[in-house]
């Protein structure tokens, strides 16, 4: 069973730059896709970006596409977030997960997909 671990985060202003990390534990992290996903406080969960196992495809939500930009190393277990020019609207806790997808490789956009979740890190973006 795969257990993902993030870090990254914290407060930086709009404009500013941040990157997420989420670390996976196992060895079979190659077989997971794997997605972010954020919730801010009152609304529901919503995709952000997401990754295929083999790392070639990926995906975005309209409103973070052209600024963020998801990526992997399956050497190293891990998933990242690079957010560029970040909005006040960005603010939120950004979740990683994870889905056991050794068959197909696609990127999954919808949260009930995912298996695993980490454990979530607040992003806030002051104006």
């Known amino acids: 069973q795969v257990q993902l671990v993030q870090s990254g985060g914290g407060l930086v202003q709009a404009g500013g730059s941040l990157r997420l990390s989420c670390a996976a534990s196992?060895?079979?992290?190659?077989?997971?896709?794997m997605g972010w996903f954020r919730q801010a406080p009152g609304k529901e969960r919503e995709f952000v970006a997401a990754?295929?196992?083999?790392?070639?495809?990926?995906y975005y939500a309209d409103s973070v596409k052209g600024r963020f930009t998801i990526s992997r190393d399956n050497a190293k277990n891990t998933v990242y977030l690079q957010m560029n020019s970040l909005k006040p609207e960005d603010t939120a806790v950004y979740y990683c997960?994870?889905?056991?997808?050794?068959?197909?490789?696609?990127?999954?956009?919808?949260?009930?997909?995912?298996?695993?979740w980490g454990q979530g890190t607040q992003v806030t973006v002051s104006s």
């Open positions: 997960a994870a889905k056991w997808s050794p068959f197909i490789n696609r990127a999954l956009p919808t949260p009930r997909e995912y298996d695993l």
């Open positions: 196992g060895r079979t992290f190659s077989g997971y896709a």
């Open positions: 990754v295929s196992r083999s790392g070639d495809n990926t």
